[in-house]
């Protein structure tokens, strides 16, 4: 029977858990149970009607990334998907709370020049941004994925076999179906979708500077694609 904390498995090989490295996660917020220890230093980049996690999602990715890198510093923004003027807010903080990884398991549905501009500006500032490929297949479309200073993550199942309703921008695919986390108000349950096999990465990533805080942003990139997940 496949454990429920599959997507940690072949990870034996990169040491590490990502002490003290800062890593953002844009997304619908994290609700964190008082008895956690999970350190999080911003919930928003901006007031939102609501001031926690109203619809899980956050809550579950940041589950999966610290499952993987569980001493990471995270940094929680959250993010209004719908609006580009929110992508750049969160961009500037944080690189302004020196975020090493960006996690952002979203994208807009169109193309934009200020969030593609911005997202070339993490990379020019050492900043790697994660970003899901979307689940709406082949035809699908999120920017900022697919940049050449981005990280696009496609799904792939627990057999290795890349998951179909990824993005066309993949350029990895990570653990993304059937993904065991935390979920609000309470306990834990599965989630499928690029943006857990994003967060993923992002653990992954966290756990190579670790031992190498000198790497660049594209050399951080090109060690996660040669990695065989």
Not at 26 to 50: K, Q, S
Not at 165 to 171: D, I, K, M, N, Q
Request: net charge negative; proline share 6%.
């Amino acid at each position: 029977m496949r454990s429920k904390e599959w997507h940690l498995e072949g990870l034996a090989q990169i040491p590490g858990c990502g002490r003290d490295v800062r890593v953002a996660v844009l997304d619908t917020g994290i609700a964190f149970p008082a008895h956690e220890n999970w350190a999080v230093e911003e919930r928003e980049a901006f007031r939102l009607p609501y001031p926690e996690d109203r619809d899980g999602h956050g809550t579950h990715v940041a589950g999966i990334l610290l499952s993987v890198a569980p001493a990471v510093h995270l940094i929680s923004i959250t993010l209004d998907e719908g609006s580009p003027q929110s992508y750049q807010t969160a961009f500037q903080l944080a690189r302004e709370r020196s975020a090493r990884i960006l996690n952002l398991s979203g994208g807009l549905r169109k193309p934009d020049v200020a969030v593609a501009a911005g997202a070339r500006a993490l990379f020019a500032a050492g900043v790697l941004l994660v970003c899901a490929a979307g689940n709406e297949g082949p035809l699908g479309f999120r920017c900022p994925a697919g940049l050449p200073e981005v990280l696009t993550v496609g799904a792939r199942r627990a057999d290795g076999t890349r998951a179909n309703f990824s993005g066309p921008a993949a350029e990895i695919w990570a653990p993304g179906v059937d993904i065991w986390s935390r979920e609000i108000p309470s306990g834990f349950g599965f989630r499928t979708g690029t943006s857990q096999a994003a967060a993923v990465v992002s653990g992954v990533a966290a756990r190579l500077l670790e031992f190498e805080p000198e790497l660049t942003v594209a050399e951080l990139k090109q060690h996660l694609l040669r990695i065989e997940w």
